[in-house]
């Protein structure tokens, strides 16, 4: 049972161009997203995050909307580059009583942005 | 000056082995938590700790024990190893338990059982 979808596994881009990777969740506990980036070898690294109130997010060349109502989000990347190229995750963030979150994670989307 | 880090990087081992993974951060954080990512790629959530304290400990088998002697260390401990549990175990943390904090993770360590 995933909360947490990400429906294309791979995603090949123009470099230069907008590279939008989108998730779908169906908890509606979930109250904080996040985008993480991950290279080969490395662990995931934090990219950006909303929270459920706002429904948009932006960080220089990244922008996150979200759609509370068709409970989807999705990351923009504009302009896109080289560098890029990565495994982005999506995930979601709901409470677990006592104060304390978790976290689920989507399978991840492969983002190959050719020169 | 590496935020969260891991050893070993790989670890190759027979099955029935017992094996220990360990996890430090050096950002003064107060939770920390272990993910495996198994071969279809999900990072599925195992245990976190706050300070010390067991708070997440999901659907994992008992031969998977988390210890904690710090708030800065969160080590795993893996007994009578199976082939199932070859997958790459990633550590993080992150300031707080409250989820709106991003969780810094380690490079991962890759446990393939022979």
């Known amino acids: 049972d995933q909360q947490v979808k990400q429906n294309s596994p791979s995603l090949s881009v123009q470099e230069g161009r907008i590279s939008i990777l989108n998730c779908d969740y169906t908890?509606?506990?979930?109250?904080?997203f996040l985008w993480y980036k991950k290279y080969p070898a490395e662990g995931p690294t934090f990219l950006i995050s909303i929270s459920s109130i706002k429904d948009k997010n932006e960080d220089g060349r990244f922008t996150v909307f979200l759609n509370k109502s068709a409970k989807h989000l999705s990351l923009h990347i504009v302009p896109s580059q080289p560098g890029d190229s990565a495994v982005y995750f999506c995930?979601?963030?709901?409470?677990?009583?006592?104060?304390?979150?978790?976290?689920?994670f989507g399978k991840g989307t492969k983002l190959s942005v050719i020169p | 000056d590496t935020a969260v880090s891991q050893t070993p990087k790989y670890l190759v081992t027979q099955m029935g082995n017992d094996k220990s993974i360990k996890c430090e951060q050096n950002?003064?954080?107060?939770?920390m938590y272990w993910y495996k990512q198994d071969s279809k790629k999900f990072l599925k959530i195992m245990f976190s700790?706050?300070?010390?304290?067991?708070?997440i400990n999901e659907t994992v088998p008992n031969r998977f024990s988390p210890k904690s002697p710090d708030k800065a260390h969160l080590n795993l401990h893996i007994n009578s190893l199976e082939l199932g549990d070859s997958a790459v175990y990633f550590c993080?943390?992150?300031?707080?338990?409250?989820?709106?904090?991003?969780?810094?993770f380690g490079d991962g360590t890759r446990l393939s059982i022979l």
């Open positions: 700790y706050n300070n010390k304290e067991l708070i």
């Open positions: 995930a979601a963030s709901a409470p677990i009583g006592a104060g304390s979150y978790q976290l689920t």
């Open positions: 950002l003064g954080h107060d939770t």
């Open positions: 993080a943390s992150s300031q707080d338990s409250r989820g709106h904090q991003p969780q810094h």
């Open positions: 908890n509606s506990m979930f109250d904080y």
